[in-house]
């Protein structure tokens, strides 16, 4: 079982940036598969960037080029650097973490393919 702590949520105005961070505690980071995720208010939870047990990653295409997803297996941490921001990114953002790989970027930027979720950090972005 793995836990999970997000960091880093706040206020920016457009165009600005903020790095999210997400500490894992538990046994075996390593073989999971990461991702975090974003639900506005009275939108479902969607998947933003991901990133495979062997480091492939993918970002949904909202994202792609703006965002960039790491991770260190030797701090169980998870990271993500978003710059460019919009007010369209304004959401609270959450951390996920499935047991083992997952196969493809639907499956990877799927809500329902991970077992184990933080509480989450907000993110608002103002014009």
């Known amino acids: 079982q793995l836990q999970l702590v997000e960091a880093g949520g706040g206020s920016v105005q457009a165009g600005g940036s903020l790095t999210l961070s997400c500490a894992a505690s538990?046994?075996?980071?390593?073989?999971?598969?990461m991702a975090w995720f974003r639900q506005a208010p009275g939108k479902a939870r969607e998947g933003v960037a991901a990133?495979?047990?062997?480091?492939?990653?993918y970002y949904a295409d909202s994202v792609e080029g703006r965002f960039i997803i790491s991770r260190d297996n030797a701090k169980n941490t998870l990271d993500l650097h978003m710059n460019r921001l919009n007010p369209e990114d304004t959401a609270m953002y959450y951390c996920?973490?499935?047991?083992?790989?997952?196969?493809?970027?639907?499956?990877?930027?799927?809500?329902?393919?991970?077992?184990?979720w933080g509480q989450g950090t907000q993110v608002t972005v103002s014009a």
């Open positions: 996920a973490a499935r047991v083992y790989d997952c196969y493809s970027q639907s499956s990877c930027l799927s809500r329902a393919t991970y077992d184990y």
């Open positions: 538990g046994y075996g980071y390593s073989r999971y598969s």
């Open positions: 990133i495979r047990v062997g480091g492939r990653i």
